[in-house]
């Protein structure tokens, strides 16, 4: 384990998670004279090319902007690769020290600094202090499960990427949310055979307008079929049994999407005493300082909005770093 020396060095701060909030942060704090570190587990911007390869956002560029660094695009609004090559240049116009595929696997308080023990594959463990720590590690960490009996098997997935792969093929989309919309649509575009599984009676109210009366025409003429009040008991290779009011039905299923939702992960701030509320989620912080009830530790983008991520996006999480950095300047 190599362990950096803490030396006589600017206030260092450590954000974790390089999406577009950790990276505004990162910019906010570095033009505040800040020293900053920006570690992910996987590459900038990991949730965005997540995202089904065909995405196109429904907020404009502007909105989708960091560092007050312009975001052009050839058309009204942006697509996950143009999204993804903005991130990349935002890294490099701001020279923002990131540190890719280099999860913190544990953070200390040890008064008055941090440690953050990460790991490369190479190199194993490191630990380096910090003075200050920001969370922004987003919403997509960890899947809601639905626990039966197959689901870690490789043709299911908690990720939609594109349909090509299911044309000509039996597809089990399971929710009834945005997710589950968009991937039910291409796939059927796709050629795939396609049917949703969702445990109320009808799709989601939240699920976008512009896409609904598509969805509804698909399952109207049941070019998309649908199990509603259904709950996923198990998954096999070719299919999977869902309990409807009917009884138990099993469907042909060569692949499954599994469409549940993600769960914020708040492991590192419970280490560090971070006061979680087990009703919403949400961590316990000021929302002008976004300090959280342990001093010297912040959160930034979408962990603040708990466990309803409709709350807070990239447009209103973005300035989360600019209410960071003025609070650490001021106690400077």
Known sequence: MVVVGRGKTPFSIAIIGAGPCGLAAGIALQRAGFRTTIYDRSCVCSSIASYPLYTQFFSTAEKLSIGNLPFTTGGDKPTRRDALGYYRGIVQHFNLHVRQYEPVVDI?????QFVVT?????????QTPYDAIVIATGYFG????????GEA??????????????????????GGGNSAVDAALDLYRCGARVTIV??????????KPWILPDMLNRLKDRSIAARWNAHVTRIDLETLDVETPSGVERLPAQHVYLMTGFTP???????LGVSIDD?????????ATMETNVPGVFIAGVLASGYDANKIFIENGRNHGDHIAQWLSQRQ
């Open 279 to 287: 009703a919403t989620g949400i961590p316990m912080h000021n929302g």
């Open 142 to 149: 960890t899947p809601n499960l639905l626990d039966v009996p």
């Open 118 to 126: 990460s790991e490369r594959r190479a190199e194993g463990k490191t």
């Open 153 to 174: 098997l490789p043709h299911v997935s908690h990720l939609y990427r594109e349909g090509h792969e299911a044309f000509r093929r039996d597809a089990v989309v399971v």
């Open 265 to 271: 992960s708040v492991t590192l701030l419970r280490r």
């Open 108 to 112: 200390r308080a040890e008064v008055p």
């Open 198 to 207: 969702h445990f109320a009676d009808k799709l989601d109210a939240n699920v």
